[in-house]
């Protein structure tokens, strides 16, 4: 099982203790988790933070798999309001982001067996049939 929960202005926010009760129904060490997830926010400084975590008991033995997850903007306000705005509008024009994502958009329609060679010394590499370069990060894009 997991938890989560968006807290905007973190630092205004002492604890989350109006959520215990439910979250401690679910497992006893919710609780701490959330208030440990909430003072990493605030630790941060972000502006607002989705907040998760979960225990899972290992099968096999008396032990549990924790996780805390904290993901957030250290400036927006509204973590939930932002992404949805930022994923609606998509990456500006011409950054690798779009650059990208074009890429994958033309060769999901003409699919290639990639042969790919080192074509810069920045650690940029281009397929030999349809022309991508790879940049080592994963990026891929082509030639304007």
């Not at 690798?96 to 290639?112: G, S, Y």
Request: charged share 20%.
């Amino acid at each position: 099982m997991s938890w989560s929960i968006t807290v905007n202005k973190p630092l205004d926010i002492p604890n989350l203790n109006k959520f215990h009760e439910e979250f401690a129904t679910i497992n006893p060490m919710y609780p701490i988790d959330m208030e440990l997830a909430l003072n990493v926010a605030k630790s941060l400084g972000l502006g607002s933070a989705t907040l998760a975590g979960g225990r899972t008991p290992m099968i096999y033995s008396a032990d549990e798999v924790v996780m805390i997850s904290v993901t957030g903007s250290a400036n927006a306000t509204d973590f939930l309001a932002t992404m949805q705005e930022e994923i609606k509008h998509g990456p500006a024009e011409d950054t690798p982001v779009a650059r990208h994502n074009d890429a994958v958009l033309r060769l999901e329609l003409n699919p290639c067996q990639h042969d790919f060679f080192r074509a810069t010394k920045h650690e940029e590499y281009q397929c030999k049939h349809c022309g991508v370069f790879m940049h080592h990060g994963g990026m891929l894009y082509f030639d304007a």
